[in-house]
């Protein structure tokens, strides 16, 4: 028996061998590093929305703090972080902008000055799903406030979307394009009441 004990131990190394090797998760601590190393970047994004529309634009991202999402035509709305607010211009109605505390949103964590995924009661979700590596997190104060799921690819790390879950369940999908980073954005980008004043409201 034992040299067909020996023939099926080589059979199953070799079988073992032929497998594909699984991808590693990336590590909480490199996705940390990457995030705080973003300061400006600037990307096309497609989103899917609650309902199943489908919506397109262009996304600014200025670090820390700041976001702008400018929504293609016709649609034309715009919404943007900063100051500590998030802002919505509704393109199709005259009155001033839905406004509501960035803190409010996971969306933050990604906007924190200084991203700490290590902390106690933020990640409640980290695993490798077909060689991506997904990190969901929310506000470990205020779980209620929703969830944040980023997707990273690897070599190098590279945030290519999040689903956003908000208190209610409902949850909104931003698939990222080609990221530019290091890109000039002007703060004006980012100004509520500059935005108000162009659009005159």
Same mark, same amino acid.
Request: glycine share 6%.
């Given at each position: 028996?034992?040299? =067909?004990?020996?023939?099926?131990?080589?059979?199953?190394?070799?079988?073992?061998?032929?497998? *594909?090797?699984?991808?590693?998760?990336?590590?909480?601590?490199?996705?940390?590093? &990457?995030?705080?190393?973003?300061?400006?970047?600037?990307?096309? =994004?497609?989103?899917?929305?609650?309902? /199943?529309?489908?919506?397109?634009?262009?996304? %600014?991202?200025?670090?820390?703090?700041?976001?702008? =999402?400018?929504?293609?035509?016709?649609?034309?709305?715009?919404?943007?972080?900063? /100051? /500590?607010?998030?802002?919505? @211009?509704?393109?199709?109605?005259?009155?001033?902008?839905?406004?509501?505390?960035?803190?409010?949103?996971?969306?933050?964590?990604?906007?924190?000055?200084?991203?700490?995924?290590?902390?106690?009661? %933020?990640? $409640?979700?980290?695993?490798?799903? #077909?060689?991506?590596?997904?990190? $969901?997190?929310?506000?470990?104060?205020? *779980?209620? &406030?929703?969830?944040?799921?980023? $997707? @990273?690819?690897?070599?190098?790390?590279?945030?290519?979307?999040?689903?956003?879950? #908000?208190?209610?369940?409902?949850?909104?999908? $931003?698939?990222?394009?080609?990221?530019?980073?290091?890109?000039?954005?002007?703060?004006?980008?980012?100004?509520?009441?500059?935005?108000?004043?162009?659009?005159?409201?």
């Amino acid at each position: 028996m034992k040299p =067909f004990r020996t023939l099926m131990a080589s059979a199953v190394a070799v079988t073992l061998l032929a497998l *594909p090797a699984m991808a590693e998760k990336i590590p909480l601590s490199e996705i940390s590093r &990457y995030l705080n190393s973003l300061t400006t970047a600037q990307s096309d =994004f497609t989103q899917i929305n609650p309902d /199943g529309t489908v919506s397109t634009g262009e996304l %600014m991202i200025h670090r820390p703090g700041r976001v702008r =999402f400018e929504y293609a035509k016709p649609d034309a709305s715009v919404v943007m972080a900063g /100051g /500590g607010q998030v802002a919505v @211009f509704d393109a199709k109605s005259n009155q001033p902008p839905e406004q509501y505390p960035l803190s409010r949103t996971p969306l933050s964590i990604i906007l924190a000055e200084n991203v700490n995924l290590g902390r106690a009661r %933020m990640v $409640v979700g980290h695993q490798e799903v #077909d060689n991506t590596t997904h990190v $969901v997190a929310q506000d470990p104060a205020h *779980p209620d &406030y929703g969830t944040i799921d980023m $997707v @990273f690819t690897a070599n190098p790390t590279e945030l290519r979307q999040w689903i956003i879950t #908000d208190g209610a369940g409902a949850k909104t999908t $931003v698939i990222l394009g080609e990221m530019r980073k290091g890109v000039r954005l002007p703060s004006s980008l980012f100004s509520i009441t500059l935005e108000q004043q162009s659009r005159g409201r």
